[in-house]
């Protein structure tokens, strides 16, 4: 890449978006599972621990990756989903399914 394509490029954008240990697990979850509790990815999400999971949450929804929706009931109900950007990605994960099997 030539000094202007590098400054145009996303990618670094991107990987703080989607990089890390836990936000591709999660994504993948709300991507192919739909629609999850905190509970629930906590247990899809194995090996995260409750405050990584909330912060990668946080991080997701502030990016637009992810809408939390807070129910009004007792005791209260959250419930995570991806949101149409997030969605988009799902090209991404079978893109990267594809490469995996076919590399073996």
Same mark, same amino acid.
């Given at each position: 890449?030539?000094? /202007? !394509?590098?400054?145009?490029c996303p990618a670094p954008i @991107?990987?703080?978006? @989607?990089?890390?240990k836990w936000k591709l697990s999660? =994504?993948?979850?709300?991507?192919?599972? /739909?629609? %999850?509790?905190?509970? +629930? =990815?906590?247990?899809?999400?194995?090996? @995260?621990? !409750?405050?990584?999971?909330?912060? !990668?949450?946080?991080?997701?929804?502030?990016?637009?990756? @992810? $809408?939390?929706?807070?129910?009004? +009931?007792v005791p209260p109900r959250v419930?995570?989903?991806?949101? /149409?950007?997030?969605?988009?990605?799902?090209?991404?994960?079978?893109?990267? $399914?594809?490469?995996?099997?076919?590399? %073996?």
């Amino acid at each position: 890449m030539d000094a /202007e !394509q590098d400054a145009l490029c996303p990618a670094p954008i @991107i990987f703080s978006m @989607i990089g890390g240990k836990w936000k591709l697990s999660i =994504l993948k979850t709300l991507i192919f599972k /739909e629609t %999850k509790r905190f509970g +629930e =990815l906590r247990r899809e999400v194995e090996g @995260i621990t !409750q405050t990584m999971l909330t912060k !990668q949450l946080r991080e997701l929804e502030a990016d637009g990756l @992810i $809408h939390r929706e807070v129910f009004a +009931e007792v005791p209260p109900r959250v419930e995570y989903s991806a949101t /149409e950007d997030g969605l988009a990605l799902k090209p991404v994960f079978e893109a990267m $399914h594809q490469w995996w099997l076919e590399r %073996k």
